[in-house]
């Protein structure tokens, strides 16, 4: 049932002209490596964590290839089981610290969290470059660490193993961690500080986009949790150095406390890797389904939600570690409070797509891709909160797949989409439309078929950080491995084609998607100083269905659905559809 | 063995059957949730694609009720998950006061297991077993013993964990129980095996090198089977000799030292017959006679009483020499042997009766002084 009120709010206008593609932007108004490694542009520091962690990926995802080859056989016959424990550490470290906390707040974030709110640069610039260096100085440790030998204590960092035990790099690789984890400190305070300084005229709290609500939920969590990892692996590198008894029982430490503290950071940590994802998500499944976000305000506060709830539930990682009945009953039910922000979201871009005009770009199949996956991520993850369920499935791939399903299901697809949807606005090329499709399909069936197995052998208890394992799990490995092939293969093709579109893309207009985020209303690439005039926001995020853009303006014909698809083969204005009088519905 | 594995893992345990209602339960509800978010996202997604005749579309904000029900009707759903596994969890953390103990110890890259003293003929025994582990860090009798957890149907066990290093995890997965072991701290955990056979042990907190390797299996056998290894008549660890710690084990001791193996060896160079499968087995010779305990004390004593036909009678007579719980462990140990359990003749560094099973730390020498 729906009933249908008159609205007050904004009706359409003729779209702006198509800005003059001559002007210097920021790309072109100054060049040199110089030029780069001293901007305190928010977009070229963008850029420069685009590449960096972009190297990190690969590097990941090789140390994630040796894996799942070894995997092939049930007695590592590749690697020597040190090898092996050294790559499934290099992998977790690497993805965990080095990809995904940076990777949608320091190159997305940084990139358009100040053009969002009609801001010329971040609050703090110089901040801004000096989080880049300080990230890529505790990266170039951990590679080190990585690179000499190896650490071989898994990405968690258990003492006794790593303090007392543990034969490899275990302290290069804490200092990366511990120094790299100040740049994610800075990142997020620039961002809040930000969002509550520098928003345009107009842009109030309700009218920000979802990413920017995300975006400052993720620095929340950054600014709060992230010390609390730095004092703990720099308490690690005490113990291990001085061999001052702090988490080793056998000179009068505490093991658990290790774990709490841990804990206490690395899962809010999982919210800042996801968060930002979330936001990605909201932004595309509005612009391609023409359609205002169903239930606004549920989004953006459950974003708050997760950051503030996310903070209460750590010990969920320690149901089996010895904590007591009580502490696990209390852990498990504030486990289950936080999935409930999460269905909450779910259901909104599910109701967004209600009577929506959708078309199927490549940042769209991401999107969707998004949508099913983490939704069965984040529903596996109520196996793991509850308690009965927990003991049997804790520490198997069981585990390792919910955990894929959530990171590399969820959040890197929400990243390839951010990257796809924005990519023509960052670079001022558009990319292969065919390609791209081609690549999130491949992605998508490729990540099904590599960690679907998982779940079964988990299931069956086939335990996590096991080289050697019974010869009944082979199939399911052997399967696996054949899938993360085709997902390897995936991520090859977006790196061809989006190179190639740097030098042979269509030159991009300055909104290929019609969408109406303040990013858009700037040149494809933007100028160095984002607006010619300072903005003035008049509405909410995505007024589709009117079809107006943050400042009241009109929008281009969207990409349709026939061969007028390419959305570079629109130049140029078209003419406004005409003022249309819409009427507001309220569903249910 | 079969390629596939079965939809469901085998159950083993009272904790298991429980664990599986709840979990299938949990993939009811998911399930359902799952199917009918993808069908709306498909429905939408196809009904509502762009073509010329849906361009337009309808400005909807949202609705508060559907934010109301679907915030409230999950967290009820979520809600019963927490309920129901918190009682899962509490009967899984909670053992029986009437459990029989085990002691577990987990160590860089092994687990053994000691059981709780029974008393036997008046002498306490202390079976012990290396349930696992990668052999290459063991010593030579740690190896020998390698075999399997032994526990009894029907009956609830509890096992007491500690780590000597660092943390493992002791979890068998048919038991749908897992426990991590602590350095410097007493976890437990407990089962009730309600199925007769063979699963996996796996160290699933991860601990280093051989962490894969550092695996097991557990038996769980008939309450008489049980009786016959506290005894090591039987062998249901699964080694080749009684289990440490049992009279068999002492009395196997005893063979060696008292040299019965020069004669009573498997190999071509015998001078006695083989006592492998002799337990109440009708001698030859002796029509009407079968090898039981009365025989086996009398062989002993005086030898050349009942000699087995084809047989010189050459063995001395140990009357005086054993005493008599030594008489009893080799009896044990007698009964105890299976064909292929011989001791080799050769077999080096036998530790006198009652020795612990792992040799004292060394001293590296860099302590201080003392």
């Known amino acids: 049932m729906s009933i249908a009120v008159p609205h007050g709010g904004p009706v359409a206008a003729p779209p702006p002209p198509e800005p003059t593609p001559a002007e210097p932007n920021y790309l072109n108004h100054s060049y040199g490596i110089w030029s780069w490694l001293t901007t305190v542009d928010h977009k070229r520091i963008g850029i420069l964590y685009l590449v960096s962690i972009s190297v990190f990926f690969v590097v990941g995802g090789l140390a ?37 906390i940076p990777a949608v707040p320091g190159v997305l974030g940084n990139f358009f969290i100040p053009m969002m709110v009609g801001a010329k640069d971040m609050a703090f610039p110089k901040l801004n470059l000096a989080s880049w260096y300080v990230f890529m100085a505790g990266a170039a440790f951990g590679v080190w ?22 034969q490899s790099n275990v302290v290069p690789g804490v200092i990366g961690v511990f120094i790299s984890g100040f740049s994610s400190i800075m990142t997020g305070l620039n961002i809040m500080v930000t969002v509550h300084k520098m928003r345009c005229p107009g842009m109030t709290w309700g009218r920000m986009p979802l990413f920017v609500w995300s975006l400052y939920a993720t620095s929340l969590i950054q600014l709060l949790g992230t010390p609390v990892v730095a004092i703990t692996v720099l308490l690690l590198g005490v113990e291990r150095v001085a061999g001052i008894g702090i988490f080793d029982p056998s000179i009068g430490g505490d093991p658990l406390l290790f774990q709490h503290l841990f804990w206490f950071y690395s899962h809010p940590a999982v919210y ?34 997760i950051a503030v709830v996310g903070f209460l539930l750590w010990a969920h990682h320690m149901f089996v570690a010895g904590i007591s009945f009580y502490a696990a009953m209390l852990f498990s039910f504030l486990s289950m409070l936080v999935a409930v922000p999460s269905a909450i979201k779910v259901f909104n871009w599910t109701g967004t797509l209600y009577r929506g005009s959708i078309t199927f770009q490549a940042p769209m199949l991401f999107t969707l891709g998004f949508l099913v996956l983490f939704t069965i991520g984040g529903l596996t993850g109520l196996f793991l909160a509850t308690l009965g369920t927990d003991i049997h499935l804790h520490d198997t791939y069981f585990v390792v797949a919910h955990f894929h399903f959530v990171m590399v299901g969820g959040m890197v697809l929400a990243y390839m989409a951010g990257i796809h949807f924005w990519w023509p606005k960052m670079t001022g090329r558009m990319y292969s439309d065919w390609w791209s499709r081609v690549a999130a399909s491949i992605i998508i069936v490729g990540f099904f078929l590599t960690f679907i197995p998982q779940f079964i052998i988990g299931y ?53 998607w019609s969408a109406t985020g303040l990013e858009w209303q700037t040149p494809s690439p933007p100028t160095v100083h984002n607006f010619d005039h300072k903005p003035v926001v008049v509405c909410g995020p995505y007024e589709y269905a009117i079809g107006v853009d943050q400042m009241g303006r009109g929008l281009p014909e969207p990409p349709g659905p026939g061969e007028a698809q390419d959305p570079a083969s629109r130049s140029g204005p078209t003419p406004p559809p005409g003022p249309q009088q819409k009427e507001t519905e309220v569903v249910g | 063995m079969s390629w596939i594995l079965p939809v469901v893992p085998v159950m083993a345990s009272t904790l298991a059957e429980r664990f599986e209602a709840l979990f299938w339960y949990i993939v009811l509800v998911t399930t359902g949730a799952a199917v009918l978010v993808y069908g709306a996202m498909l429905y939408f997604c196809i009904a509502y694609r762009r073509n010329e005749s849906n361009t337009q579309t309808p400005r909807i904000l949202g609705s ?68 696992g582990g990668n052999p290459a860090n063991m010593d030579e009798v740690d190896r020998r013993n390698i075999g399997r957890l032994v526990v009894p149907i029907n009956r609830p066990v509890k096992v007491t964990m500690i780590s000597e290093d660092v943390i493992h995890d002791f979890g068998i997965p048919a038991f749908r129980s897992k426990m991590d072991v602590l350095p ?31 695996v097991g299996k557990v038996a769980v056998v008939t309450e008489d089977e049980y009786a016959r290894f506290f005894t090591g008549e039987g062998s249901p660890q699964g080694t080749n000799n009684p289990a440490d710690g049992t009279p068999a084990a002492d009395g196997r001791q005893l063979f060696l030292k008292l040299q019965c193996i020069t004669c009573h060896s498997a190999d071509s160079q015998a001078r006695a017959p083989v006592l492998e499968g002799l337990y109440n087995r009708p001698i030859p010779g002796h029509p009407g006679k079968v090898a039981d305990d009365e025989y086996i004390r009398e062989s002993i004593e005086q030898p050349l009483e009942k000699v087995v036909e084809g047989w010189q009678p050459i063995m001395p007579s140990y009357a005086g020499k054993v005493t008599k719980e030594e008489m009893r462990a080799l009896i044990m140990y007698i009964r105890s042997l299976k064909p292929g359990m011989t001791p080799k003749r050769t077999e080096m560094n036998v530790p006198p009766v009652g020795a612990p099973v792992t040799p004292p730390p060394q001293d590296t020498g860099s302590g201080g002084k003392k």
């Open chain 1, 64 to 100: 994630a290839g040796l894996v799942r080859l070894n995997l092939l056989s049930y007695n590592s016959a590749l690697l020597t089981e040190d090898a092996y424990n050294r790559a499934f550490t290099a992998h977790g470290v690497v993805m965990l610290f080095f990809f995904l």
């Open chain 1, 145 to 166: 660490a990585i690179l000499t030998g190896g650490i071989d204590t898994g990405w968690t960092l258990y003492p006794p193993y790593s303090s007392r035990s543990s």
């Open chain 1, 272 to 305: 800042i890797m996801i968060l930002p994802g979330m936001g990605v998500v909201s932004e595309i499944i509005t612009c391609f389904s023409r359609k205002n976000i169903f239930g606004y305000h549920a989004v953006a506060w459950s974003s708050m939600g």
């Open chain 1, 460 to 512: 069956h208890g086939m335990p996590r950080r096991y080289p050697n394992y019974p010869a009944e799990f082979q199939v399911y490995n052997v399967m696996s491995t054949a899938g993360a092939s085709i997902l390897g293969l995936g991520y090859l093709l977006p790196a061809f084609y989006l190179t190639l579109s740097l030098f042979y893309g269509k030159k991009a207009p300055a909104n290929p």
């Open chain 2, 64 to 131: 508060t009720r559907l934010e109301i029900a679907w915030t409230i009707l999950p967290t009820i759903i979520f809600f019963t998950f927490f309920a129901w596994g918190a009682i899962v969890y509490r009967f899984a953390v909670h053992p029986p006061r009437d459990a029989e103990e085990i002691f577990v110890i987990g160590k860089q890259w092994m687990w053994k297991a000691q059981y709780t003293p029974r008393e036997i003929d008046g002498v306490k025994y202390t079976p012990r077993v290396i349930i």
């Open chain 2, 184 to 214: 410097g701290r007493y976890t437990t955990a407990w089962y009730h095996p309600t199925r007769l056979g063979e699963y996996h042990i796996f160290c699933d907190q991860y601990c280093g090198t051989w962490h894969s390797l550092m």
